[in-house]
């Protein structure tokens, strides 16, 4: 079992910055796989960024790319995404979700997921 604790979301404007963190607990954390996902009101939820578990490989949808960060430190047990140059549309509840081992960007692959965090952005 893990778990995951979420934090860092926020109010913020347009144009800021924001640093989000997870920290896992219960298993050993540098064989899971990291993502983050979000959620928007009446939206699906989608996913965000994610991590190999050595924190070598990183993948982002297109809607970030270039202005969200994912990493992580094996050390402290825990995953961050910076958010930068954020979007009103970026606003939604950011899930941290972990599986074992290999990468994914699909939501249904991720066995653990974290409480959520609210982000919200003013226009």
């Known amino acids: 079992q893990v778990q995951l604790v979420e934090s860092g979301g926020g109010l913020v404007q347009a144009g800021g910055s924001l640093r989000l963190s997870c920290v896992a607990s219960?298993?050993?954390?540098?064989?899971?796989?990291m993502a983050w996902f979000r959620q928007a009101p009446e939206k699906e939820r989608e996913f965000v960024a994610a991590?190999?578990?050595?924190?070598?490989?990183?993948y982002y949808a297109d809607s970030v790319k270039g202005r969200f960060t994912i990493s992580r430190d094996n050390a402290k047990n825990t995953v961050y995404l910076q958010m930068n140059s954020l979007k009103p549309e970026d606003a939604a509840v950011y899930y941290c979700?972990?599986?074992?081992?290999?990468?994914?960007?699909?939501?249904?692959?991720?066995?653990?997921w974290g409480q959520g965090t609210q982000v919200t952005v003013s226009s």
């Open positions: 979700a972990a599986k074992r081992v290999v990468v994914s960007k699909k939501q249904s692959d991720y066995d653990y």
């Open positions: 991590i190999s578990w050595t924190g070598s490989n990183t």
């Open positions: 219960g298993r050993t954390f540098s064989n899971y796989a």
